[in-house]
């Protein structure tokens, strides 16, 4: 009898195993599903379609939870008292039932909120709808709140006995709620701010500065032009245009500027409005353009928002065809000739004024009657906000710790939100034109191990090319060359290139053309920050090394930030370092 019940108990475990194994099977197919819905998801979200989003959502529920159905059942459970097994199938078990909650709580909710969206008109009767706002907040917080203790639950999992394939499983499942988590908190936020910003609680004014590429600062460019917004209960109305010329320079600085600021920017940050994105600080550019404002109208703006060219020209599709002042089309391919090279070439000072306020108005006309859906428009800026394109500054401190914690921060901000082995790269051009139309940029870092005590050297390499002709300087107009007023002669381009490396790094010297430099060394804002000065000559180029020194042992993988162009910079062949 013994040998009979001890058979049977060996066939109950030999069935039991079986029973295990396929449905670790069913999982690993399920997985494997769910892996290409991921990148499929991604596909969709940079396309901002919508309803493909929707209907991702809806396969991810229904592999989630044959996944669940599949680890859900009493023999999985005891299983996962089996020696070396069951440390497995606990992780398998606790990953699959958090991508099942994952998949009701937040993405299930937010594809509907967003299908729910996705076609109507980003204007309702003239204003954006703020009920709507209001509602896709409810929904982005409850799926935020759920998201975060679907993350402390899978970070708990214990990986220490489990075998590879589950390992990367678990960790997988960690790295989508995180990538979920960077996009779905923030909006979340913006969301719940954003009814007050445009009017909910009564009339409010955003002051939107236009920032010119084609004269650098840190920010994009030049804050050359201005326009004031009044928006309220959702509506929103053009109430008033300026541009530099409307603002003398000041003998004092509007706002406090920081010594270690004006070290690295020079002493006009704060005294002349085209500077106000010369620091990489949006919370500083943004109380200058707010002190600006209001010495030239009176009343200070409630938000200020930068943005470049580049923007204007990706919000072509939502705009629908325009026509420029002179009457010409405004596409996309001709953009950068007609609105950034061609008015400093052929129109006067006061022409270009005139000119850009027309276009401004035109714009402005059209995105506020445009019948275009939000995706359409979110997925028209989605490009142009991952480069830095856009900034907000609000002057309400609740607003302002929303935007400044998010990619609308400014340069600083998203420095500091790229990890430690972020590094970022400035330009602010010292020609006094618009030259940096001709600059050439080629950008690249590169990372060595080689110093006794083991404290990795990064270097960000940078070749710069003055892609102007010979004669620019006596043919192009002084609006171009800047007509060598600021030191720099006409047809050449100053450009002050500045570094900034993570918190507590050291200085490691600064090359040009293989030559050690005197660079200014500055910790600005707890930034450690190189910079240095180049003047080049039509069809002259230089090649720039920044090294830093990290502050503890260990290989680093340097990413690099830097300032948005007109001209898209290229990828540079590292030049490799020795700590000689």
């Known amino acids: 009898m013994v040998g009979w019940a001890a058979l049977a108990l060996l066939l109950v475990i030999v069935a039991a195993s079986a029973w295990v194994f396929t449905r670790v099977l069913a999982v690993n197919g399920e997985a494997q599903a769910l892996a290409t819905l991921e990148g499929d998801a991604r596909a969709a979200i940079a396309k901002g379609d ?40 606990q992780a398998i078990r606790v990953t699959v ?95 719940g701010v954003l009814p007050a910003m445009l009017g909910g609680d009564g009339e409010r004014t955003i002051l939107v500065m236009f920032q010119n590429n084609a004269e650098l600062r840190s920010g994009g460019g030049i804050t050359g032009s201005f326009a004031e917004i009044r928006a309220e209960g959702g509506a929103l109305r053009l109430a008033r245009q300026a541009d530099s010329s409307d603002f003398r320079r000041a003998d004092e600085d509007v706002v406090p500027v920081p010594e270690t600021t004006t070290a690295v920017y020079g002493d006009t940050v704060g005294r002349f409005v085209q500077n106000a994105t010369s620091t990489p600080d949006f919370d500083l550019s943004g109380r ?26 990706a919000l072509l599709p939502v705009t629908g065809d325009l026509t420029l002042p002179d009457g010409k089309p405004l596409t ?87 990890g430690s082995g972020a590094f970022a790269l400035y330009f602010n051009d010292s020609t006094g034109g618009k030259m940096d139309s001709r600059l050439g940029v080629a950008v690249g870092t590169v990372s060595a191990s080689c110093r006794a005590d083991g404290h990795a050297v990064v270097a960000v390499q940078v070749t710069l090319r003055n892609d102007a002709p010979a004669d620019a300087g006596s043919r192009w107009p002084r609006s171009m060359t800047g007509g060598g007023h600021w030191g720099v002669e006409a047809g050449h381009i100053g450009t002050v290139v500045s570094v900034a490396a993570p918190s507590q790094w050291l200085f490691g010297g600064t090359r040009k053309d293989g030559e050690l430099m005197g660079a200014v060394d500055v910790v600005d804002g707890d930034i450690p920050t190189s910079a240095l000065e180049v003047d080049l000559a039509p069809g002259e180029s230089v090649e720039l090394e920044f090294r830093f020194v990290s502050p503890v042992a260990g290989a680093v993988e340097p990413t690099l930030l830097r300032t948005p162009l007109l001209r898209a910079a290229d990828e540079r062949d590292p030049t490799p370092l020795t700590c000689g």
């Open 332 to 418: 996309h391919d001709t953009f950068v000739r007609d609105v950034m090279v061609d008015p400093y070439l052929t129109l006067s000072g006061s022409e270009q004024s005139e000119y850009f306020a027309a276009l401004t108005e035109r714009y402005f006309t059209a995105l506020t009657s445009s019948p275009t859906s939000p995706s359409e428009f979110f997925s028209a800026l989605r490009t142009p906000v991952e480069q830095g394109r856009v900034s907000v500054w609000s002057a309400h401190d609740d607003e302002a710790a929303v935007f400044a914690g998010s990619v609308f921060g400014g340069p600083r901000a998203r420095h500091l939100a790229a």
């Open 97 to 191: 039932e958090e991508l099942r909650t994952l998949s009701a709580s937040v993405a299930s909710p937010m594809a509907d909120a967003l299908a729910g969206i996705g076609e109507r008109g980003l204007l309702v009767d003239g204003a954006i709808d703020l009920a709507l706002v209001d509602s896709l907040h409810e929904t982005a917080s409850g799926a935020s709140k759920s998201l975060d203790e679907v993350r402390a639950r899978l970070d708990a999992i214990s990986t220490d006995a489990t075998v590879d394939q589950v390992s990367d499983g678990v960790e997988k499942a960690r790295h989508l709620t995180a990538t979920l988590s960077a996009s779905l908190g923030p909006m979340s936020d913006i969301t």
């Open 288 to 313: 200058l353009a707010s002190a600006w404002w209001k010495k030239f109208t009176g009343h200070s703006p409630d938000v200020v928002i930068a943005i470049d060219p580049i923007v204007l020209r």
């Open 50 to 89: 919508v309803g493909r989003l929707d209907s991702i959502a809806r396969e991810f529920d229904t592999r989630t939870a044959a996944a669940a159905g599949a680890v859900g059942d009493p023999v999985w459970r005891a299983a996962e008292i089996v020696p070396l097994a069951g440390p497995n199938l």
